[in-house]
């Protein structure tokens, strides 16, 4: 159990943290080149409009009120 | 593409159920992964034969169309338990199309368990029972509904004509809603019988007696919510993590907030592993176990004895039988240290608040009725009770079993507990707007046994329960307590599964001369018996068919909205009953106040009339209006409280949780948690109940110095009647209307709720104000005592703690205690039986199990097996093994060796049927009907056994052996 | 800019699989594949845990680090997807991710392997938002509708979360803080604790 939850904590970590960093030298592994169709999506995606109201989606049913 | 380097990810593999298996390698495979292996091909088969020719409509569209309609949104309540869960339905074009978390729900705050998260599949139904069906020649046969009513209807009146009335057995439903089940009921009435009853009788009727005669009312005395505030939780004999999973959330909310969390259980089941402080007992032994708490808590003073003195009646005799549960004798019988039991006792003690939960683990024993009244002695003791944060938090199963109980759908009383006496029947004639001479004349014109010397009425007679009606077919003509045996069954909503002795049940099936189901799915009565002719199968819809209101185990009154039309041919369960009433000739004075649109009664007039008769229990205040209101204004109301903070419905509590006194132009807010002294009535507050006279042998039953906040009468008092009225001159507070109606009659019959009016003006409960009694001196054990299970493996035991004498006639049938205790069984089923839920399935599955989302989690049945015991047996994990009980039933499951069970004890789940013995019934369904999943059902290895007062079937404790298949 | 993360609370789950047959339900995925699972540990014993686990979207895909056809992309907010139409249902994927995500249902009586599927954090594939086409090949796209994933926005005690990784920590953290104290729980404390 000992490593279950020692293994655990490293993911919960890793999420915790997730998105908190600004830059390092971390080494990335880099992907090719997508060669699909382009998702419609990506427009939109990370627009201030959509994040807020995916943020206000997340905060108004994901917390206990 | 790119090598890599990274160390993590190697050595996946193997099948779709093996996940992560890098992260978890050497866990040990829990119980889905086990039992999944061969789950792709089940499902294959399953859905390879879903389409089956003729059978189905040609499947519909059910995702959003984006050129479709607009898509709107319903609100409804989910169906799978009494938690309530608020439901939004994504509707286009008459198709069920999306399901979004309802957040605005103050119960569920857009939270759902895996059947909540499932729900949307009722729109699909592809696995419904589409039409009405006959059975002949051992071969369903598709018929029109008229040819069905027509054909069942005309043997009900030959039954009738040849063996009187009581020989139709009405087993009615906690699944239908409030509406529905108040038809029902009324519906029996009108045929003449009170051999009408339903899955209460078998999950919680030793709740409802043992906690009405504690101190008034028979129903969860807070709501999931108010668990908030508790700051100690005791959950004994429940499992609410898989039977209840929302209200771990509110559980889980308490405990972050530093609640300690106490599970009883001989299980260690999914909410004990998030327990402080885990309890194994022996099965059965609930009573030694609260006692032995009890012993520490009296050892310590740790009792609230000034909450004692003004509030509770005969804790001295309590006091003198927990003296005998001394740390060693409680240990002997439960198998539990006393520091275990001191702890349990302690963190009670010094964390107060706190909330007592209990659910079948306490209820389903020969001595239920014994635990369900320790259980409460407990909380009073502690002065627990009547404060947000305690309470008896007491979980009902089914979504509508607490209204299907509240409406009496009952074989002892009529809607409200109002009991069978010629009183209350008078109260419901008057309601109905009929003569009581000819509701009267409805029943059997005979009697059946004696009442203070003379022959008693048949109306005012207790039918014979759900648990035994397998007897009322079964037993020797001369041995039954009515005219004749029970010759037509009506299962109205219900799983035979869920029901023990299951070999006799097959008998008793295939005996009755005439079998109905009306269900929305075919249910495990299609298929256990061999009958060949006279069984019919009647589709209803869903209750998202159709719309009314559902009470939540809180008592809040839910308005469900109807999300799509009927499937395929089933019809409301409501418009069955007028069919069905008017083919047998009294739909006129069934439907004397009730519109009737082309065959479908009005629901609204429904719920009105109930309102007009339910004062017992204070379900006269929630009309149609007022739920609907709440109902669109879900986010007005505190999700603790449950009290609306501004908005339409300001200061109400959410759903009117019962009692909401008074007529509905009363506004009275209802009542978020019983008996709580610190509100005014007016306002939710509330007293014990004064309902067991004034006095006991020259002691006053009353409360002492006791009595809700702003209470003009600041002491006990008995309840209000006319008398009581112009004794303390509140009489010419009533206008010269109410005083009409009012003149003779008492807080429950008097039809204008004035009394209760007045009452409340003057700051009174209605019902009176007096103390909770541990001495039920109408029942077999006036003070909670141990008796071991009829079945069992302490031999040792028996001498000391024997169970009841036989009877000969209790619910109309001999009922055998003694004389199966007296012979040991326990050298040749040396194991101990005992059953539970799972979270994807609900009852007898039959709902749960046709559908495809929850079926792929749960393919197979299963038997938990301590691993001792399972090396005893030879029995390796996984293998197919017999288990046997001493009545002679065996099924044949998965073994699952583990430690959640103790050794000598083994756990089965009760949602399984479609396999009997052995064998593979599948194709004795109607067509296309079958579930995904089938498996044997555990209640046929259960045996004989019923509580003392309810009659309540004894599934906790049996006896068993296992061996494997070779 | 916010990057989409799960995170599921331990001390909140109660392996109920409401996560699971919101998936299901939400973006009709057929009998054999399951997009999201919950794991337990040390079933039926003390010290029982369960997760619910999926993609993770991982901001350094192993799985778009080894795709043989480059069908995997990341949107701004860190969602992994794929492109069906190129994907060769090879599987490679399935041994580079740490958590078994990727399914390949079945496509033929013969049990050949078909196009990868997995979850998609409900923000579907590269077809036109909400087409019939994009739901028949990844399910709804409750993303390009504004909302989140239906598995935590369902989830019965709120133990899996679903949304920007700040505020999800955010949540988290408060949990956590809220339960100090607590020498028996398991969470911050002894996630980041000295021992």
Redesign the interface.
């Known amino acids: 159990m000992q490593t279950g939850k020692r293994l655990f904590g490293v993911v919960v970590l890793a999420l915790s943290l997730a998105g908190c960093f600004e830059e390092a030298s971390f080494e990335f592994h880099e992907p090719g080149v997508y060669k699909g169709k382009t998702d419609p999506l990506l427009k939109k995606a990370g627009t201030p409009e959509l994040e807020s109201q995916l943020q206000a989606r997340l905060t108004r049913i994901q917390t206990d009120r | 593409m790119k090598l890599m380097k990274k160390s993590t990810a190697t050595g996946a593999g193997g099948d779709s159920a093996s996940l992560t298996p890098a992260l978890f390698s050497g866990a040990p495979l829990d119980r889905r992964r086990f039992l999944r292996n061969s789950g792709l091909a089940v499902g294959g088969t399953a859905i390879a034969s879903m389409s089956a020719p003729g059978m189905m409509k040609k499947a519909q569209a059910s995702v959003p169309k984006p050129d479709g309609g607009e898509i709107k949104t319903v609100r409804s309540v989910c169906t799978h338990c009494s938690v309530g869960c608020g439901v939004y339905a994504e509707v286009q074009d008459g198709v069920w199309v999306g399901q979004e978390p309802a957040f605005d729900h103050p119960f569920n705050l857009g939270s759902h368990c895996a059947k909540g998260a499932a729900l949307r599949e009722h729109g699909h139904g592809e696995r419904r029972l589409k039409y009405p069906m006959k059975l002949v020649g051992g071969k369903w046969q598709r018929v029109s509904w008229e040819q069905a009513i027509d054909e069942i209807g005309d043997q009900l009146l030959q039954i009738r004509e040849t063996s009187g009335p009581d020989s139709v057995y009405w087993l009615g439903s906690a699944k239908v809603n409030n509406e529905q089940a108040y038809l029902y009921r009324k519906f029996a009435a009108m045929w003449g019988t009170n051999n009408v009853d339903h899955q209460a009788r078998i999950c919680h009727s030793t709740t409802v007696a043992g906690v009405a005669n504690t101190w008034g009312y028979g129903a969860m005395t807070n709501s999931y919510n108010d668990i908030h505030n508790s700051k100690a939780i005791l959950i004994i004999g429940g499992n609410p993590a898989e039977a209840h999973p929302v209200s771990l959330q509110h559980v889980l909310r308490a405990k972050e907030s530093g609640a300690k969390l106490i599970v009883i259980d001989p299980r260690f089941t999914r909410t004990a592993a998030h327990s402080d402080h885990y309890v194994r007992l022996r099965p059965g032994t609930d009573v030694p176990m609260v006692w032995g708490m009890l012993w520490h808590i009296f050892e310590n003073g740790w009792d609230d004895k000034e909450f004692i003195k003004q509030r509770v009646y005969g804790m001295d005799e309590v006091r003198k039988e927990v003296a005998r549960w001394t740390p060693d004798e409680v240990e002997r019988v439960t198998g539990v240290p006393e520091a275990d039991v001191k702890k349990a006792a302690q963190l009670m003690a010094e964390n107060r608040p706190g909330t007592f939960i209990w659910c079948m683990g306490g209820t389903q024993h020969t001595i239920g009725n014994n635990n369900t009244r320790a259980y409460c002695i407990f909380q009073l003791a502690l002065g627990n009770m009547g404060v947000e944060g305690g309470g008896t938090n007491i979980f009902r199963g089914h979504d509508n079993v607490q209204g299907a109980t509240d409406l009496g759908v009952l074989a002892d009383t009529l809607p409200g507990y109002y009991g069978l006496t010629e009183g209350a029947w008078k109260h419901w004639s008057t309601v109905w707007g009929l003569d009581y001479e000819w509701v009267k004349s409805r029943f059997d014109s005979g009697s059946y046994e004696e009442s203070e010397g003379k022959p008693a009425p048949v109306m005012t007679t207790k039918g014979i329960p759900v648990s035994r009606w397998i007897d009322g077919i079964l037993e020797d003509k001369a041995d039954i307590a009515q005219k004749d045996n029970l010759h037509a069954m009506f299962l109205w909503g219900h799983a035979p599964n869920s029901q023990t002795r299951g070999p006799e049940q097959k008998k008793a099936m295939e005996k009755v001369d005439l079998l109905v189901v009306v269900d929305p799915y075919p249910t495990v009565t299609a298929v256990m018996q061999d009958r060949t002719d006279n069984m019919y199968l009647l589709p209803a819809t869903t209750q998202f068919e159709t719309y009314g209101s559902v009470t939540a185990s809180n008592r809040s009154l839910q308005w469900r909205d109807k999300v799509i039309e009927p499937l395929f041919e089933s019809k409301p369960d409501h418009t069955i009953m007028y069919l069905m009433a008017k083919k047998l000739g009294f739909a006129d004075q069934l439907f004397k106040n009730i519109q009737v649109n082309n065959d479908e009664p009005l629901i609204e007039d429904i719920t009105r009339e109930f309102n007009k008769g339910m004062w017992t229990i204070g379900y006269t205040g929630q009309s149609p209006e007022r739920m609907k209101l709440h109902q669109q204004n879900w986010h007005t109301f505190n999700t603790t409280s449950l009290k609306a903070e501004g908005g339409p419905a300001d200061g109400d509590f959410y759903g009117l949780p019962w009692p909401t006194w008074g007529t509905p132009e009363l506004k009275h807010p209802g009542t978020p948690n019983l008996y709580d002294t610190s509100k005014p009535v007016k306002d939710g507050g509330l007293t014990f109940r004064a309902r067991f006279g004034v006095e006991r042998d020259g002691v006053s039953l009353l409360a002492d110095g006791s009595y809700s906040q702003g209470s003009e009468i600041q002491d006990g008092y008995p309840e209000f009647d006319h008398a009581l009225l112009k004794k303390l001159g509140w009489w010419d507070d009533l206008t010269d209307d109410e005083k009409a109606l009012a003149e003779g009659k008492n807080w429950k019959t008097d039809l204008s709720g004035g009394i209760q009016r007045v009452a409340i003006k003057h700051g009174c409960a209605p019902f009176g104000n007096a103390k909770a009694r541990c001495v039920v001196w109408n029942f077999p054990d006036p003070v909670p005592i141990h008796r071991e299970p009829l079945y069992t493996t302490r031999r040792d035991l028996v001498e000391k703690y024997p169970t009841y004498a036989d009877r000969k006639a209790f619910w109309r049938l001999p009922t055998r205690y003694t004389s199966i205790q007296s012979k040991d069984y326990s050298k040749d089923f040396p194991l101990i039986l005992t059953s539970g839920r799972l979270v994807e399935y609900e009852g007898g599955g039959d709902e749960t199990r046709s559908n495809p989302w929850l079926a792929e989690l749960q393919q197979h049945m299963f038997a938990e097996i301590n691993q001792a015991d399972a090396n005893d047996a030879g029995v390796r994990d996984g293998q197919d093994v017999w288990v046997e009980g001493p009545e002679g039933g065996r099924i044949k499951v998965k073994a699952k060796i583990t430690l959640s069970v103790a050794r000598g004890v083994v756990w089965t789940p009760f949602h399984f049927g479609g396999y009997f013995e052995g064998e593979d019934r599948r194709a004795k369904y109607p067509e296309g009907s079958d579930p995904y999943v089938l498996g044997e059902a555990c209640n046929t290895v259960f045996t004989y056994g019923y509580d003392s007062v309810t009659a309540m079937q004894e599934t906790k404790c049996s006896l068993c052996k296992i061996y494997p298949v070779v | ?3 989409m ?3 599921c609370d ?3 789950c ?9 998936c ?3 973006h ?1 995925v ?5 997009r999201r ?15 619910s ?1 999926a993609c993770m979207h991982c ?4 799985c ?10 990341t ?5 992994v ?3 069906k ?2 994907c060769i249902g090879c599987g490679y994927c ?7 995500a990727p ?2 249902p ?1 496509q033929s009586a013969f049990g050949v392997r078909g196009k990868m599927d997995k979850c998609t954090f409900c ?10 086409e994009e ?1 028949t090949k990844y399910g ?2 409750r ?2 509708e ?3 994933p ?1 598995c ?7 133990a899996l ?9 955010e ?3 408060e ?1 956590v803080l ?2 100090g ?2 020498p ?1 729980t ?1 969470g911050w404390d ?3 604790g000295a021992s």
């Open positions: 800019m916010a990057r993360k799960f995170l331990a001390e909140r109660i392996e109920c699989n409401a996560c699971v047959t919101a299901k339900n939400e009709e057929p009998w054999g594949v399951n699972r919950v794991v337990t540990l040390k079933d039926g014993e003390p010290g029982e845990k369960s997760i686990v901001t350094d895909a192993p778009s680090a080894v795709c043989p056809v480059d069908c995997f992309y949107t701004a907010d860190g969602i997807l794929h492109d139409n190129l399935f041994y580079a991710c740490p958590f078994g399914q390949y079945q923000a579907g594939g590269p077809d036109a938002d909400g087409s019939a739901r709804a796209n993303i390009a504004g909302k989140l239906l935590a926005e369902m989830c019965s005690t709120k979360l679903a949304g920007d990784g700040d505020t999800v920590s949540i988290y953290r949990r809220r339960r104290g607590r028996q398991w002894k996630a980041y």
